[in-house]
DNA sequence: ACCTGAACACCGTTCAAGT
DNA sequence: ACCTGAACACCGTTCAAGT
């Protein structure tokens, strides 16, 4: 008996059940997420365009909810909101960058914010060739961390007896609180050193 | 007619012809790999773990082409060492970054170069507990620069217009040697945060 | 318009059978 | 020991059929 009364999908169910899905740790697929809506799989397909775009949809959600107004004010709010978001979104979800790395951004809002901060890169006085590659920067050093964050233990399995690594993967066990002074601090010094950068062109 | 008198396979073909495979942009897979190699995909089996095994190998296998030998010299020397090497790594083989970001690292030569960077870290005089968080910085800053040489305008695709985006990404489109320029600025000032940041913990 | 169920081409992996 | 070919469970996607 198809077709109920009342809409069994939607674009934002499918959505926020991906997350879920992918946030739980079991492989991630049309299959399974269908499962999990108690739900054919082809059924999705009268709502989204296939699995790339789901993921798509994902990246979106996930970003509208991280960095949820425009960031305003100068150029290192901008940055400094920015990345501390981002890190929040990947620390939080970290299963879900192998699912988004390397696919191309369409979804307007994700690209709106990226747009955001690079306008302010180029209001700051950073020169157009650099503006693209610092943004490559701030959202790698937000994964970097990000992944740090939430599964040092998971990023490296040495088999083989080791100097220092197994060491402090053992010891990090527990430092949730230490990566983030550390990270801020690092954010710190991102944001002096492009200061400094800055501040050496305006100078010639 | 199985079984000629000379091996078809071994597993450095494998390894190599893995990573032509993902260079090359075709889908990547066990089955799409033993076509390149002619070969039926249950012969891989043979001399390979599966799908897994093969990217891990294909880690291995890149990290010891572009890092070869242990990058001696003092801690400073060691990082940009590192990191240039990878970044030319990420830069040259963008399409393998998917593969492998989020899977543990089990590979023991790669192991190894990650134990040599941490261990140089901690000589150096960074405390325990930020290690592993500048090593995973150090990655992610290699990655995140590799991913913008390659392919800029495949990172974005904006379908709305944007006030500055849009414009970044055209201009990028021949900006190599722009790029290597922001590279080598970026790694210095991420050296120079460093020495500052060890610096300053002596002093206390 | 929305969901099902059957069908399709393809995927990674196993395993008996050959040399 | 190494390769094949058949088989398996599963994947993403399409589409006619139902309401």
Redesign the pocket.
Known sequence: ????R?????VELIADAAIELADSGE????????RRL??????????V??????IELMRGRLSRRYLPAAVTGDWETVITGTVRALRRLYAEHPLIVPLIVGKTITDPGVIAQYDHLATALVDAGVPDGEVLAIVAIVDAYAIGFGLDLASPAEVWQPDTPTTTLGRLITDAARGAERSDAAFEIGLEMLVASLRVRRDGLRAR
């Open positions: 008996m198809p077709r109920p009342v809409n069994l999908l939607s492989q991630f697929g049309v299959n399974a997420l269908a108690g739900v054919t799989p082809s059924s999705l397909y009268n709502h365009d296939g699995k790339d775009a789901i």
